[in-house]
């Protein structure tokens, strides 16, 4: 049993043992991504509630491709400079070769007939795999609501651990 305790003095226990599945997605490498995807939508096939939590770097997989110009502070325009656009745009987290590895695993994809990172998430959103964009995480690194996806929840940790609570299998990625 975990308890966390939120800024109110608000507590919310994760004890486990259900039978959905969440996934926490840490990593914007596109590998990392497909990964997820690939579980999530798999998850989702068992007709089990599938939850997928984008925190820090993963938030850039569920960000709009066509983004609204947003005023931002210092920092927030400096990770926007930093970080990958949207799910277009990120690298490998291995054999990245100066940015033509994910070119080229998106043309071996297309050969192998395997769906695109674009592909997977529609389907997972049509699959009703619920996705949570980390408030604190969106906060820090300075994107709006605006420039995720449409069908994003934004929720926090406890939001989260609601969901594990619920789960036999939670992942990390």
């Known amino acids: 049993m ?16 259900g039978r959905n599945k969440t996934i926490i997605v840490f990593s914007d490498a596109l590998d990392r991504a497909l990964a997820s995807f690939v579980i999530a939508n798999g998850a989702a096939t068992t007709g089990k509630k599938v939850t997928m939590f984008f925190t820090f770097w993963g938030l850039n997989v569920i960000k709009r491709h066509h983004k609204p110009k947003i005023q931002k502070d210092l920092m927030g325009k400096m990770f926007g400079m930093m970080l990958a656009g949207s799910s277009r745009s990120l690298g490998l987290s291995k054999i990245n070769f100066g940015g033509m590895g994910p070119v080229l695993m998106r043309k071996r994809m297309k050969d192998k007939n395997v769906d695109q990172l674009e592909t997977m998430i529609l389907q997972a959103q049509k699959a ?41 299998i939670n992942l990390f990625i």
């Not at 975990?2 to 043992?17: D, F, M, N, R, W």
């Not at 009703?128 to 994003?152: F, H, K, R």
């Open 128 to 168: 009703g795999v619920e996705m949570i964009a980390c408030q604190m995480s969106m906060d820090i690194m300075g994107v709006s609501p605006e420039e995720l996806m449409d069908g994003i929840t934004i929720g926090g940790v406890a939001t989260y651990l609601s969901e594990a609570e619920q789960a036999n």
């Open 2 to 17: 975990a308890t966390v305790l939120k800024g109110g003095g608000e507590e919310v226990g994760a004890s486990g043992g």
